[in-house]
């Protein structure tokens, strides 16, 4: 542990006021949006032979380190060292449109190593270039993005913005109108507009840059992360149809969760060449995991790390998976590794604060997400990862502060919705529930434990058909938890359709006696249902079976001795008409079968037997 001690941080946040915007809950519509279903319909893969692909590489990688955009030089260098060895290709010149300020440029590229925007800025102001202008632009966000990390904390990060946005959006746009701005400038503005919540005009902005250069990894990227749904993918015609828009498809089918189309558009860049690609290998783990099949996304993710055993960008997501798995030591073991590789990356701490969970020290887990933030505010997992702690400790207000703040960074992040759901729920709030769970089905129709609680919801708020509804759906996509049918069961009870209820409730039966099903708490309420429906059809050995078995749990006891004993007295008086009211009085043989007592006939008392006592140890001085 000790070497993990030091990342401790003083971790302090104020208490926040419960809201929710009623404006939100009046958008409740319908119970389920089926505008999200169905399937995606997609450009066919786009081909290029590899000496195309690492000549565009080779472009874009220039362009991008002479642009200080080290994130995506990063991510280029990685796939050109990955890429099969082939005949050696001219490797292009430098670019010269910016040699007559190389010196100025250079200088500006340092001060940017050193995050010192504001004197890079300076520096840049006067410069005529077109890199020199990009950069001038690009180290004036950064300064306002500084300046606005430092301010942040769980509960200001939605009022604290980027001051600089407004002067750098006029500023480019007039260089726009002019004619002057390439593929990376074009990037530039579009994330601006994305941060001034003009989505439309930021998406149009990103397809114009991605069409000057397709080859720019930065544009796709952002891109991705600013289409909503499917409608918003399909509408993006002028896309221009080249290699990279693989990766495009393979970014924004994961995070819509089309986890088939995801993995056929990483099969066609596999076959394209791209075999040992560790980009797409991750890209894999993080697919079978949004599938919850979490056996082969571990698997992945440890093939990964053994051919890179300093890759910090799937450890956040490992640890997830070794959570949910309760691998103690491997967590522990990933955990002291990641310390060892970087202490102060976000996915270190957040791999720290999931090692901490686990063990329950939950006080300790929200000081390492908290330090994730301070590294990084827009960080998703961190968010969602403190909501569920705080969830842990009860502290439902900040819990519910955490998930927003989720939500903004991503609004496509299931989680988040689902989180806030949930919280809403253990405060017994389930018209506002409601809302936060129509939401997270929105982003994942098919995953039956958001149509679920959706039901249960409507449920609580009295509305038993909209339920049954859900659950219907939820078996039809797949119940994951089964738990759908015994919910539709008894809501087909309520709504007094015996056919229904009796369809399911002998199904589920069947189900959890053929082992196909593990029995829930829920089980000894269908036996006790069977057993009255059989009864009242005069079918007493069906009856008789199921309510016996309503015997053998501790909720049902009562009601199924007094079935067994209707049973027999229909049996033994041969009337066949059913009394729910009506409870005879057993004979000795049925009483004594039913206490399971060899107890002479005297010590029985109303057909009881006297439990035995517990021996008194008031006087007994050992201490256990």
Not at 69 to 82: F, G, K
Not at 549 to 576: M, P, Y
Request: net charge negative; with cysteine.
């Amino acid at each position: 542990m000790s070497l993990l001690s030091d990342l401790s941080m003083e971790a302090s946040v104020d208490p926040v006021i419960l809201t929710a915007s009623s404006a939100s809950l009046t958008s409740q519509n319908n119970d389920i949006d089926d505008s999200y279903y169905g399937d995606l319909t997609l450009d066919p893969p786009a081909t290029a032979s590899l000496d195309q692909v690492r000549a565009d590489l080779y472009r874009a990688n220039e362009g991008c380190q002479s642009r200080g955009l080290w994130e995506y030089s990063t991510w280029i260098s990685e796939q050109l060292v990955y890429l099969p060895k082939t005949n050696k290709i001219k490797i292009p010149d430098k670019n010269c449109t910016w040699n007559s300020d190389y010196d100025l440029i250079s200088f500006a590229l340092q001060l940017m190593h050193g995050q010192e925007y504001s004197r890079a800025v300076a520096i840049l102001k006067d410069t005529e270039t077109q890199n020199g202008r990009f950069l001038y632009y690009y180290c004036k966000y950064l300064s306002g993005e500084k300046s606005r990390v430092d301010k942040v904390d769980v509960q200001s990060r939605r009022e604290v913005k980027n001051v600089e946005l407004t002067e750098l959006r006029i500023g480019m746009e007039q260089l726009r109108q002019s004619n002057k701005l390439d593929t990376y400038g074009l990037w530039l503005l579009g994330v601006i507009l994305s941060k001034s919540d003009m989505m439309d005009r930021a998406i149009s902005t990103l397809v114009e840059s991605l069409n000057a250069d397709p080859s720019f990894w930065g544009s796709w990227k952002t891109l991705a992360k600013l289409i909503k749904n499917k409608n918003q993918l399909q509408t993006l015609s002028t896309l221009p149809h080249h290699w990279m828009k693989n990766f495009f498809y393979v970014e924004v089918c994961q995070e819509m969760y089309y986890a088939n189309d995801a993995l056929s558009f990483i099969q066609a860049l596999e076959d394209m060449g791209l075999t040992s690609n560790p980009y797409l290998l991750a890209k894999r783990a993080e697919v079978h995991y949004a599938l919850r099949e979490y056996d082969i996304a571990k698997d992945t993710c440890k093939e990964l790390l053994d051919k890179d055993p300093n890759r910090l960008d799937i450890v956040d997501m490992y640890s997830n998976i070794l959570y949910v798995k309760e691998d103690k030591a491997a967590l522990n073991y990933l955990a002291h590794r990641t310390v060892e590789v970087d202490k102060y990356r976000p996915e270190t701490c957040c791999v720290v604060g999931n090692f901490y969970s686990i063990y329950g020290n939950h006080d300790k887990a929200i000081t390492y997400f908290q330090r994730a933030l301070r590294l990084d505010p827009d960080y998703l997992s961190a968010w969602t990862l403190m909501g569920h702690e705080y969830v842990e400790l009860k502290n439902y207000n900040m819990a519910i502060e955490c998930y927003r703040n989720a939500i903004d960074v991503n609004p496509r992040d299931y989680r988040a919705w689902y989180g806030i759901g949930q919280t809403y729920e253990l405060l017994k709030m389930h018209a506002y529930c409601l809302y936060y769970y129509m939401e997270a089905q929105r982003l994942r129709p098919t995953d039956s434990r958001m149509i679920v609680a959706l039901g249960e919801s409507y449920e609580k708020l009295d509305q038993p058909a909209k339920a049954k509804k859900c659950y219907m759906r939820a078996l039809n996509v797949g119940d994951q938890e089964d738990i759908a049918m015994i919910r539709l069961a008894k809501v087909c009870e309520k709504l007094h359709d015996e056919e229904g209820a009796v369809r399911w409730y002998s199904k589920y039966v069947d189900m959890v006696n053929s082992a196909e099903m593990d029995p829930g708490d829920d089980i000894c309420f269908a036996y006790r249902y069977l057993a009255h429906y059989y009864l009242r059809n005069d079918r007493l050995s069906e009856a008789d079976v199921h309510a016996h078995k309503c015997c053998e749990f501790k909720e049902t006891k009562n009601d199924g001795k007094a079935l067994v004993r209707q049973i027999a007295a229909h049996r033994n008086s041969g009337s066949g008409v059913y009394n729910p009211r009506f409870t005879p009085k057993p004979n000795l043989r049925v009483k004594l079968a039913l206490s399971g007592s060899s107890n002479t006939p005297g010590s029985q008392k109303r057909g009881r037997t006297t439990p035995p006592q517990p021996p008194d140890h008031s006087d007994n001085d050992m201490s256990f």
